[in-house]
């Protein structure tokens, strides 16, 4: 009986004290705290502005339908799908071989770093600083927007397209390989049948995403509904502006909804 307890006395407990995490998380919420009362985060301005956007809402009620304001708005959303759907080939047509030459798996040192660099510079700045720059360098209209979308979707699709590709499995190229097949067929035979549908994915997520992103980059003079919304906004416009939210929004949802569908197609 004695022999039995000594080696059930004499093992750790269960659940040892991470005490380098609780001391992480510690700090973590010190320095929230902190950074809540620099930043003049406090309740009563939180509860102010619920007030003032109660205040808000109320002038946006009910939503114009005004003849010549609801042609604007088509007009605008209609750019908006266009800027998405071009970026968006574009950009999946481009991330194909940036990130077929970012696999580190299928490629040397020396043609994936630079690659993989070039992905990093296209995901460091938001689409709307990008845009900004399309801007001063194309000037003003869809052209600005199309190329700032066009850099985020290879930013995005590009990056997990590689990581995707690194992640499969090599018997199956090499398998193609023994045969003498030539480099294209072994990316056409070998790689993607085995990320086709993950490709599929990004590509779907993608347009949706630049679907929203081109009413955004519109506010700084790219195109699209986002300038139509910035002009209802600077002329206090709000039952209109509201109009174009619904309408954002439908547009959005009916994004969604083809999105789901193609997916199941390569399911």
Request: proline share 5%.
């Amino acid at each position: 009986m004695s022999s039995a307890a000594g080696p059930a006395q004499n093992r750790p407990p269960p659940f040892l004290p991470n005490w380098p995490a609780r001391i992480a998380w510690i700090a973590l919420a010190a320095y929230a705290f902190y950074a809540a009362s620099i930043l003049d985060v406090t309740w009563e301005r939180f509860v102010l502005g619920l007030e003032n956007g109660a205040k808000f809402i109320g002038r946006m009620l009910p939503p114009d339908t005004e003849a010549e304001k609801m042609t604007l708005m088509i007009r605008g959303l209609y750019e908006s799908l266009e800027i998405a759907i071009l970026s968006s080939t574009l950009g999946i047509l481009l991330s194909l071989p940036v990130g077929l030459l970012a696999a580190r798996n299928l490629m040397p040192p020396w043609v994936t770093w630079p690659t993989r660099l070039f992905i990093a510079l296209c995901r460091a700045f938001h689409q709307v600083i990008v845009a900004i720059i399309f801007v001063k360098a194309v000037g003003f209209g869809a052209l600005a927007g199309i190329l700032a979308l066009t850099v985020a979707s290879i930013g995005f699709i590009a990056k997990l397209f590689a990581d995707a590709i690194e992640e499969i499995s090599l018997k199956q190229v090499e398998a193609i390989r023994a045969t003498g097949a030539p480099f294209m067929n072994v990316i056409a035979y070998g790689v993607m049948p085995q990320v086709l549908t993950r490709f599929v994915g990004f590509a779907t997520y993608q347009v949706d995403s630049n679907l929203r992103n081109s009413t955004m980059v519109g506010i700084v003079g790219a195109g699209g509904i986002g300038g139509t919304m910035f002009a209802a906004f600077q002329k206090f416009d709000y039952d209109f502006l509201l109009t174009i939210l619904l309408a954002i929004i439908a547009m959005i949802m009916v994004s969604e909804a083809l999105q789901n569908r193609i997916k199941r197609l390569y399911q």
